[in-house]
Protein backbone atom coordinates (compact mmCIF):
# COMPACT_ATOMS: atom_id res chain seq x y z
CA UNK A 1 0.00 0.00 0.00
CA UNK A 2 1.59 3.53 -0.37
CA UNK A 3 1.19 6.71 0.87
CA UNK A 4 -0.75 8.20 -2.20
CA UNK A 5 -3.63 5.86 -0.76
CA UNK A 6 -3.91 8.70 1.57
CA UNK A 7 -6.57 11.11 -0.53
CA UNK A 8 -9.33 8.58 -1.41
CA UNK A 9 -12.83 8.33 -2.42
CA UNK A 10 -14.80 5.39 -1.04
CA UNK A 11 -18.70 4.95 -1.96
CA UNK A 12 -20.54 1.73 -1.73
CA UNK A 13 -23.93 -0.04 -2.86
CA UNK A 14 -26.01 -3.00 -1.97
CA UNK A 15 -27.26 -4.74 -5.55
CA UNK A 16 -30.07 -7.25 -5.03
CA UNK A 17 -28.23 -10.32 -6.46
CA UNK A 18 -25.94 -12.80 -6.26
CA UNK A 19 -21.96 -12.29 -6.63
CA UNK A 20 -21.35 -13.45 -9.47
CA UNK A 21 -23.64 -11.77 -11.57
CA UNK A 22 -22.70 -8.26 -9.79
CA UNK A 23 -18.92 -9.16 -10.93
CA UNK A 24 -19.92 -10.19 -14.55
CA UNK A 25 -21.67 -6.71 -14.81
CA UNK A 26 -18.83 -5.39 -13.41
CA UNK A 27 -15.60 -7.11 -15.51
CA UNK A 28 -17.95 -8.62 -19.01
CA UNK A 29 -16.17 -5.46 -20.86
CA UNK A 30 -19.63 -5.20 -22.75
CA UNK A 31 -22.13 -5.16 -19.62
CA UNK A 32 -19.66 -2.71 -18.24
CA UNK A 33 -20.30 -0.13 -21.14
CA UNK A 34 -23.59 0.05 -20.58
CA UNK A 35 -24.35 0.94 -17.26
CA UNK A 36 -20.40 3.19 -17.49
CA UNK A 37 -21.55 5.03 -20.30
CA UNK A 38 -18.94 4.65 -22.79
CA UNK A 39 -17.95 2.97 -25.67
CA UNK A 40 -15.02 0.20 -25.74
CA UNK A 41 -13.91 -2.69 -27.44
CA UNK A 42 -11.69 -5.38 -26.48
CA UNK A 43 -12.15 -7.15 -23.00
CA UNK A 44 -10.56 -6.22 -19.73
CA UNK A 45 -7.13 -8.44 -18.48
CA UNK A 46 -4.73 -7.90 -16.37
CA UNK A 47 -2.12 -5.40 -17.52
CA UNK A 48 -4.75 -4.33 -20.72
CA UNK A 49 -5.08 -0.76 -21.96
CA UNK A 50 -8.32 0.11 -22.87
CA UNK A 51 -9.35 3.28 -24.89
CA UNK A 52 -12.63 4.10 -24.21
CA UNK A 53 -15.44 7.09 -25.37
CA UNK A 54 -17.84 8.39 -22.88
CA UNK A 55 -21.25 8.16 -23.70
CA UNK A 56 -22.39 10.08 -20.58
CA UNK A 57 -25.00 12.73 -21.53
CA UNK A 58 -22.81 15.01 -19.99
CA UNK A 59 -19.49 13.51 -21.35
CA UNK A 60 -19.03 15.51 -24.31
CA UNK A 61 -17.97 12.40 -26.15
CA UNK A 62 -14.78 12.73 -24.19
CA UNK A 63 -11.72 10.08 -25.04
CA UNK A 64 -10.02 8.39 -22.49
CA UNK A 65 -7.75 5.38 -21.44
CA UNK A 66 -7.98 2.66 -18.63
CA UNK A 67 -4.93 0.73 -17.62
CA UNK A 68 -6.44 -2.93 -15.93
CA UNK A 69 -4.39 -3.44 -12.85
CA UNK A 70 -5.67 -6.42 -10.90
CA UNK A 71 -8.61 -8.86 -11.26
CA UNK A 72 -9.11 -10.94 -8.91
CA UNK A 73 -12.47 -13.31 -9.68
CA UNK A 74 -15.82 -12.37 -7.71
CA UNK A 75 -13.48 -10.34 -5.39
CA UNK A 76 -11.14 -7.56 -6.64
CA UNK A 77 -11.44 -5.52 -9.93
CA UNK A 78 -9.01 -2.45 -10.09
CA UNK A 79 -7.62 0.27 -12.52
CA UNK A 80 -5.33 3.02 -13.15
CA UNK A 81 -6.45 6.25 -14.97
CA UNK A 82 -5.87 10.01 -15.42
CA UNK A 83 -8.79 11.70 -13.91
CA UNK A 84 -9.96 15.46 -15.85
CA UNK A 85 -10.99 15.76 -18.82
CA UNK A 86 -8.22 15.96 -21.56
CA UNK A 87 -7.74 17.30 -25.23
CA UNK A 88 -8.42 14.66 -27.73
CA UNK A 89 -5.08 13.00 -28.70
CA UNK A 90 -3.73 14.63 -25.45
CA UNK A 91 -0.23 12.54 -24.19
CA UNK A 92 -1.05 11.44 -20.86
CA UNK A 93 1.88 9.53 -20.76
CA UNK A 94 3.49 11.60 -18.27
CA UNK A 95 0.59 12.78 -16.04
CA UNK A 96 0.13 10.67 -12.95
CA UNK A 97 -2.93 8.84 -12.47
CA UNK A 98 -5.24 7.59 -9.68
CA UNK A 99 -6.52 4.08 -8.83
CA UNK A 100 -10.02 2.87 -8.95
CA UNK A 101 -10.57 0.08 -6.91
CA UNK A 102 -14.16 -2.57 -7.06
CA UNK A 103 -14.62 -5.03 -4.14
CA UNK A 104 -17.43 -6.86 -3.99
CA UNK A 105 -18.10 -8.85 -0.51
CA UNK A 106 -21.53 -11.09 0.51
CA UNK A 107 -24.33 -9.40 1.83
CA UNK A 108 -27.46 -9.86 3.47
CA UNK A 109 -29.74 -10.10 0.50
CA UNK A 110 -27.13 -9.14 -2.23
CA UNK A 111 -23.89 -8.52 -3.02
CA UNK A 112 -21.53 -4.65 -1.22
CA UNK A 113 -19.96 -2.88 -4.05
CA UNK A 114 -16.86 -0.50 -2.59
CA UNK A 115 -15.69 1.46 -4.97
CA UNK A 116 -12.90 3.45 -4.32
CA UNK A 117 -10.62 5.78 -5.94
CA UNK A 118 -7.68 7.10 -4.47
CA UNK A 119 -3.86 9.03 -5.66
CA UNK A 120 -5.77 12.60 -5.68
CA UNK A 121 -2.58 13.86 -3.54
CA UNK A 122 -0.02 12.59 -6.49
CA UNK A 123 -1.50 14.69 -8.85
CA UNK A 124 0.88 17.28 -8.99
CA UNK A 125 3.67 16.11 -7.05
CA UNK A 126 4.92 13.61 -9.55
CA UNK A 127 4.92 16.48 -12.41
CA UNK A 128 6.99 18.19 -10.33
CA UNK A 129 9.19 15.15 -9.45
CA UNK A 130 9.16 15.82 -5.79
CA UNK A 131 9.58 12.58 -3.49
CA UNK A 132 6.59 11.69 -1.94
CA UNK A 133 7.08 11.58 2.12
CA UNK A 134 5.07 8.77 3.67
CA UNK A 135 1.58 10.10 5.23
CA UNK A 136 -0.22 7.95 7.30
CA UNK A 137 -2.15 10.61 8.98
CA UNK A 138 -5.10 9.90 6.59
CA UNK A 139 -6.33 12.33 4.41
CA UNK A 140 -10.48 11.24 5.09
CA UNK A 141 -9.44 12.62 8.90
CA UNK A 142 -7.46 15.24 8.08
CA UNK A 143 -10.62 16.44 5.03
CA UNK A 144 -13.15 15.95 7.93
CA UNK A 145 -11.37 18.14 10.19
CA UNK A 146 -11.09 20.49 7.46
CA UNK A 147 -15.21 20.28 6.46
CA UNK A 148 -15.35 20.62 10.08
CA UNK A 149 -13.83 24.05 9.97
CA UNK A 150 -14.67 25.46 6.67
CA UNK A 151 -18.45 24.65 8.05
CA UNK A 152 -18.04 26.63 10.91
CA UNK A 153 -16.14 29.36 9.05
CA UNK A 154 -19.30 29.67 6.62
CA UNK B 1 -18.91 8.12 -16.68
CA UNK B 2 -16.38 9.75 -17.17
CA UNK B 3 -18.43 12.82 -16.67
CA UNK B 4 -15.37 14.31 -15.20
CA UNK B 5 -14.51 17.43 -13.76
CA UNK B 6 -13.89 20.01 -15.95
CA UNK B 7 -9.83 20.29 -16.32
CA UNK B 8 -10.05 24.22 -14.97
CA UNK B 9 -11.48 22.65 -11.80
CA UNK B 10 -8.39 20.15 -11.42
CA UNK B 11 -6.03 22.83 -12.63
CA UNK B 12 -7.61 24.85 -9.59
CA UNK B 13 -6.91 21.73 -7.04
CA UNK B 14 -3.80 20.67 -8.40
CA UNK B 15 -1.14 23.10 -6.31
CA UNK B 16 -3.85 22.42 -3.61
CA UNK B 17 -3.77 18.20 -3.35
CA UNK B 18 0.01 18.45 -4.11
CA UNK B 19 0.56 20.89 -1.11
CA UNK B 20 -1.54 18.25 1.13
CA UNK B 21 0.13 15.33 -0.30
CA UNK B 22 3.05 15.52 2.47
CA UNK B 23 2.77 14.10 6.64
CA UNK B 24 4.15 17.10 7.55
CA UNK B 25 2.12 19.39 5.96
CA UNK B 26 -1.11 18.08 6.23
CA UNK B 27 -0.51 17.85 10.22
CA UNK B 28 0.40 21.72 9.71
CA UNK B 29 -2.95 22.26 8.00
CA UNK B 30 -4.65 20.43 10.76
CA UNK B 31 -2.84 22.48 13.40
CA UNK B 32 -3.82 25.58 11.87
CA UNK B 33 -7.56 24.16 11.62
CA UNK B 34 -8.18 25.49 14.89
CA UNK B 35 -8.37 29.26 13.85
CA UNK B 36 -6.06 30.76 15.41
CA UNK B 37 -2.88 31.89 14.09
CA UNK B 38 0.27 30.22 15.27
CA UNK B 39 4.27 30.77 15.71
CA UNK B 40 6.61 28.60 14.17
CA UNK B 41 7.33 27.80 18.16
CA UNK B 42 4.31 26.64 18.07
CA UNK B 43 3.82 24.40 15.04
CA UNK B 44 6.89 22.82 15.52
CA UNK B 45 6.01 21.68 18.98
CA UNK B 46 5.86 17.81 19.01
CA UNK B 47 6.54 17.66 15.42
CA UNK B 48 9.32 14.81 14.20
CA UNK B 49 11.30 17.49 12.29
CA UNK B 50 13.34 20.72 12.54
CA UNK B 51 12.13 24.27 12.77
CA UNK B 52 13.89 24.97 9.72
CA UNK B 53 12.08 22.39 8.01
CA UNK B 54 8.74 22.84 9.41
CA UNK B 55 9.47 26.69 7.73
CA UNK B 56 10.01 24.87 4.50
CA UNK B 57 6.65 23.66 4.43
CA UNK B 58 4.83 27.00 5.87
CA UNK B 59 6.41 28.26 2.45
CA UNK B 60 5.28 25.55 0.88
CA UNK B 61 1.82 25.99 1.86
CA UNK B 62 1.99 29.40 1.67
CA UNK B 63 2.69 28.82 -2.22
CA UNK B 64 -0.25 27.24 -2.76
CA UNK B 65 -2.11 29.89 -1.13
CA UNK B 66 -3.26 27.33 1.53
CA UNK B 67 -1.67 30.12 4.61
CA UNK B 68 -0.76 33.09 4.91
CA UNK B 69 2.06 34.95 7.19
CA UNK B 70 1.52 37.88 9.08
CA UNK B 71 3.95 39.56 11.66
CA UNK B 72 3.12 40.42 15.00
CA UNK B 73 5.62 41.90 16.66
CA UNK B 74 8.52 40.60 16.46
CA UNK B 75 7.04 36.93 15.86
CA UNK B 76 5.63 35.38 12.44
CA UNK B 77 2.70 33.85 12.79
CA UNK B 78 0.40 31.75 10.56
CA UNK B 79 -3.15 31.07 9.18
CA UNK B 80 -5.02 28.94 7.10
CA UNK B 81 -7.03 30.11 4.21
CA UNK B 82 -9.53 27.28 4.32
CA UNK B 83 -11.69 29.26 1.30
CA UNK B 84 -8.03 27.55 -0.79
CA UNK B 85 -9.25 24.32 0.21
CA UNK B 86 -12.45 24.62 -1.66
CA UNK B 87 -11.27 23.93 -5.17
CA UNK B 88 -9.62 20.17 -3.82
CA UNK B 89 -12.75 19.54 -2.09
CA UNK B 90 -14.88 20.21 -4.88
CA UNK B 91 -12.90 17.87 -7.40
CA UNK B 92 -13.37 15.13 -4.39
CA UNK B 93 -17.02 15.81 -3.89
CA UNK B 94 -18.02 16.18 -7.12
CA UNK B 95 -15.81 12.75 -8.46
CA UNK B 96 -17.67 11.38 -4.97
CA UNK B 97 -21.25 12.18 -6.56
CA UNK B 98 -19.80 10.70 -10.23
CA UNK B 99 -19.33 7.51 -8.34
CA UNK B 100 -23.02 7.31 -6.80
CA UNK B 101 -24.38 8.07 -9.82
CA UNK B 102 -22.36 5.24 -11.68
CA UNK B 103 -22.63 2.37 -8.70
CA UNK B 104 -26.72 3.76 -9.11
CA UNK B 105 -26.64 2.70 -12.59
CA UNK B 106 -24.91 -0.58 -12.28
CA UNK B 107 -27.73 -1.27 -9.77
CA UNK B 108 -30.29 -0.84 -11.93
CA UNK B 109 -28.44 -2.85 -14.62
CA UNK B 110 -28.17 -5.95 -12.50
CA UNK B 111 -31.64 -5.46 -10.75
CA UNK B 112 -33.83 -4.75 -13.59
Redesign the interface.
Known sequence: MT??R??T?E???L???PRH??WQ??TNLE?FA?????RASGAFAPGVRLDMV?T?P??NG?A?YIEVDTIQPETLFSWR?H????PAGANYDAEPYTTVEFRLHDAEGGTL?T?T?WG??????ER?AKA??????G?EI??A??????G??A | MPENPPSAGWREAAPVFAALGDGTRLDLVARLCGGEPLSITQLSAGAAVTRQAITKHLHVLEEAGLVRGARRGREQRWELDPQKLDPARRCLEQIGREWESALGRLKDYVER
Open positions: SSSSIKQIIRARVALERWFQVSHLGAFWPGSKVVEFDRLSLRFADNTKWQMALGDYAKS
